[in-house]
C-alpha cells in the first residue's frame, strides 16, 4: 500500500539556523499536505501543494513538491522558538481509498534559544 | 465557531470496558475521520466517513467500530477495550482540502 516517509525523525537547531524535513511517498500523489503539531496540542493544516514542482511561502517556512509528485520538503528559514513542534507531511493518492490522506510519522523540531 | 469538538479529553479503561468517543464539527464538512496517534507512529487512520450515511475502513479499524449519527456527529466506539488501544485519538473534518482536527482524547487501557 501507500507509503510516506519522512525524515529526518528529530532535529534539534540552535534558534537562527535553518531547518529542512523531507517527505517521500512510494507511489505519486494527486496532493501533499504538511501540518505541525505543538507539543500536547492536535495537528494543525499549514498548506497543501497540488502542481508538479510547486513552490509555496508563508513567511519564513517555504513549501516545495517535487517535479514527479513523489516528495517534498518543508523549509524554515532562521527559526524562532515558536518554530518547535513536530511537522507532519500527508500526501493523497488518486481514488477510492488511495483518496485519503497517509500521514508521514512527522519530524520533530527542537530549538535551543 | 468551535470547528470540531471531541470528547471526552481524559479517559482511563480497565480491559474489556466499552466506551464511545465523541466527536462533532459545525463546519458543514461532509467527510469526517478518526486517527489514532502513538509515539513515533505518527498518525494512522481507523476508520473515515466520506459523506453522512458512509463509513468505511482505514489503516487500523480492528477492534473499533463507528457511527456517522448525522452530518456533524461522528462517533468511535471501543466494544471490549485492550491496553494496545492506550492511545491519544483525533478526530477530524475535511471539505476536501485540509483537515481541521479535534484538541484529542488521551486514552489509557489498564
Known amino acids: 500500500g501507500q507509503q510516506v516517509m519522512q525524515i529526518p525523525q528529530y532535529q534539534h537547531v540552535q534558534e537562527g539556523e535553518d531547518f529542512t524535513t523531507y517527505c517521500n511517498s512510494s507511489?505519486?500523489?494527486?496532493?501533499i499536505q504538511w501540518y505541525k503539531q505543538r507539543p500536547g496540542g492536535h495537528p494543525v493544516f499549514l498548506i497543501q501543494?497540488?502542481?508538479?514542482?510547486e513552490v509555496k511561502k508563508q513567511k519564513r517556512l517555504t513549501f516545495q513538491f517535487g517535479e514527479a509528485k513523489k516528495n517534498s520538503s518543508l523549509h524554515i528559514t532562521a527559526t524562532q522558538t515558536t518554530d518547535v513542534g513536530t511537522y507532519f507531511c500527508?500526501?493523497?493518492?488518486?481514488?477510492?481509498?488511495?483518496?485519503?490522506?497517509?500521514f508521514g510519522k512527522g519530524t520533530k523540531l527542537s530549538v535551543k534559544p | 465557531n468551535a470547528g470540531v469538538t471531541q470528547t471526552p479529553k481524559f479517559q482511563v479503561l480497565k480491559t474489556g470496558q466499552s466506551m464511545t468517543l465523541q466527536c462533532a464539527q459545525d463546519?458543514?464538512?461532509?467527510?469526517m475521520y478518526w486517527y489514532r496517534q502513538d509515539p513515533g507512529m505518527g498518525l494512522r487512520l481507523i476508520y473515515y466517513?466520506?459523506?453522512?450515511?458512509?463509513?468505511d475502513k482505514g489503516e487500523v479499524p480492528n477492534g473499533y467500530n463507528v457511527s456517522r449519527l448525522n452530518k456533524r456527529e461522528f462517533s468511535l466506539r471501543l466494544e471490549s477495550a485492550a491496553p494496545s488501544q492506550t492511545s491519544v485519538y483525533f478526530c477530524?473534518?475535511?471539505?476536501?482540502?485540509?483537515?481541521?482536527f479535534g484538541s484529542g482524547t488521551r486514552l489509557t487501557v489498564v
Open positions: 507511489t505519486t500523489l494527486s496532493n
Open positions: 500527508a500526501g493523497r493518492g488518486y481514488g477510492g481509498s488511495q483518496g485519503n490522506l497517509i
Open positions: 477530524a473534518s475535511s471539505d476536501g482540502d485540509g483537515y481541521t
Open positions: 466517513s466520506a459523506s453522512e450515511g458512509t463509513t
Open positions: 501543494l497540488v502542481k508538479s514542482g
Open positions: 463546519m458543514n464538512h461532509n467527510s
